[in-house]
């Protein structure tokens, strides 16, 4: 059974960088070229955004209102994939979501629990 | 873009059926068979539900349906349960490798 999950800080600083990485387990991220790899977001107590995804030949799709701050990479490797957000304000705050994206149905069908993480000095 | 336009909550009692509506425009929802939704409970990752507007994955339940006309699309549950109280999340393709979610809705099952 697939899975994946998240790690990193839970608590950053304004004005840094937001650094997550997704390991995927119980199959390979490079298995297919169907599967992209992303990242979705929850604010508490809102809904859900969209960050972006990549592909683990590198081909990265990004949420416009996050591009200049966004980089998504890949570590086939360690089957691994990674998010980092810069310059970060206090409405970056939110569980951060990795998931696996079906690009030949067009959703997330498997997900990790979710991270918290809070934007305060 | 803008995100998919929900009903903020809707509730229903067991055994009756409820529909989750999700609004976009002409360049998202109405444009491609592409809306997927996600049922959420608290604390918990969402959970995909039904994909390309209308099908169901295996192991989800077939009270669960999706639909569509023009710009909007619905997810009906059918014989409501208790377990079926939940946050309801669309999800559709809005072109140029762009996705946005809906906004959620807060399903009550009273």
């Known amino acids: 059974q697939l899975q994946l999950q998240e790690s990193g800080p839970g608590l950053v600083k304004p004005s840094e960088t937001l650094s997550l990485t997704c390991t995927v387990s119980?199959?390979?991220?490079?298995?297919?070229?169907?599967?992209?790899w992303g990242w979705i977001r929850q604010p508490p107590g809102k809904g859900l955004e969209w960050i972006g995804i990549i592909h683990y030949s590198g081909r990265t799709y990004y949420n416009p209102s996050l591009k200049g701050r966004l980089t998504i990479s890949v570590d086939t490797p360690k089957n691994q994939f990674s998010l980092k957000l810069s310059s970060v304000t206090a409405a970056d705050s939110a569980v951060y979501y990795c998931?696996?994206?079906?690009?030949?149905?067009?959703?997330?069908?498997?997900w990790g629990q979710g991270t918290l993480v809070t934007v305060s000095s | 873009q803008s995100a998919l336009t929900q009903p903020a909550s809707v509730s229903g009692s067991p055994g009756q059926s409820i529909t989750i509506s999700c609004t976009g425009t002409?360049?998202?929802?109405?444009?491609?068979?592409?809306v997927s939704w996600y049922q959420q409970h608290p604390g918990k990752a969402p959970k995909l539900m039904i994909y390309e507007d209308v099908k169901r994955p295996s192991g989800v339940s077939n009270r669960f349906s999706g639909s569509k006309s023009g710009n909007t699309a619905s997810l009906t549950i059918s014989g409501l349960q208790a377990e079926d109280e939940a946050d309801y999340y669309c999800c559709s393709y809005a072109g140029s490798s762009i996705w946005v979610f809906g906004g959620g809705t807060k399903l009550n099952v009273l």
């Open positions: 998931a696996r994206f079906n690009d030949d149905s067009d959703d997330f069908d498997y």
């Open positions: 119980g199959g390979s991220i490079s298995s297919s070229r169907i599967y992209f």
């Open positions: 002409s360049s998202d929802v109405g444009s491609y068979n592409l």
